[in-house]
T-cell receptor, first 113, second 112 residues
Framework: DGGITQSPKYLFRKEGQNVTLSCEQNLNHDAMYWYRQDPGQGLRLIYYSQIVNDFQKGDIAEGYSVSREKKESFPLTVTSAQKNPTAFYLC????????????FGPGTRLTVL | GEDVEQSLFLSVREGDSSVINCTYTDSSSTYLYWYKQEPGAGLQLLTYIFSNMDMKQDQRLTVLLNKKDKHLSLRIADTQTGDSAIYFCAEIHSGGYQKVTFGIGTKLQVIP
């Protein structure tokens, strides 16, 4: 079955630690995205990548980093510089040409203790 | 800049129709989407409408688009308890990369 997977579903981190969230897709999509969801604020774009080895900052990139070494994978690192990292993180992907639908993963809930 | 607005909450009785409303500001939007999010899960695309259409019907779902007022609505007929979720309106802007602006989400509560 084609789709997007995110792991882990729940993640706990101590303050001051970096943590990496996984996102994998087998849809052969060129573009991938990371969003953050907070209660009452909808989805906000953190980073996006239109093609392998290329990525761009979204609206709230500070304190986050990404890599896109493979088409299938777009991991997100939440660094200790992110002041308020507790949130629900959603990964999405889309085909780059003629298909605007974004397919979403199930999300990772990150809690900083 | 682009902005998408939705009300936060809607409560309906099972069997009634639900209407979720959305307004947007960017007249260059090419597609408008409705996504559904169940608790603790990702977003699932429900339906979409091209910006040159006025209406789209898909089983129990009807999308109406008023381009003049930049108003989009999602009507769910015969609402069921399984329809309880958060519904996001989103607009897609063409050019450059596929920028998506999401609304804040409307939480639909269906009362049995």
């Amino acid at each position: 079955d084609g789709g997007i997977t995110q792991s882990p579903k729940y993640l706990f981190r101590k303050e001051g630690q970096n943590v990496t969230l996984s996102c994998e897709q087998n849809l052969n999509h060129d573009a991938m995205y990371w969003y953050r969801q907070d209660p009452g604020q909808g989805l906000r774009l953190i980073y996006y990548s239109q093609i392998v080895n290329d990525f761009q900052k979204g609206d709230i990139a500070e304190g986050y980093s990404v890599s896109r070494e493979k088409k299938e994978s777009f991991p997100l690192t939440v660094t200790s510089a992110q002041k308020n990292p507790t949130a629900f993180y959603l990964c999405a992907s889309s085909a780059s040409q003629g298909d605007n639908e974004q397919f979403f993963g199930p999300g990772t809930r990150l809690t900083v203790l | 800049g682009e902005d998408v607005e939705q009300s936060l909450f809607l409560s309906v009785r099972e069997g009634d129709s639900s209407v979720i409303n959305c307004t947007y500001t960017d007249s260059s939007s090419t597609y408008l989407y409705w996504y559904k999010q169940e608790p603790g899960a990702g977003l699932q695309l429900l339906t979409y409408i091209f910006s040159n259409m006025d209406m789209k019907q898909d089983q129990r779902l009807t999308v109406l688009l008023n381009k003049k007022d930049k108003h989009l609505s999602l009507r769910i007929a015969d609402t069921q308890t399984g329809d309880s979720a958060i519904y996001f309106c989103a607009e897609i802007h063409s050019g450059g990369y596929q920028k998506v602006t999401f609304g804040i989400g409307t939480k639909l509560q269906v009362i049995p």
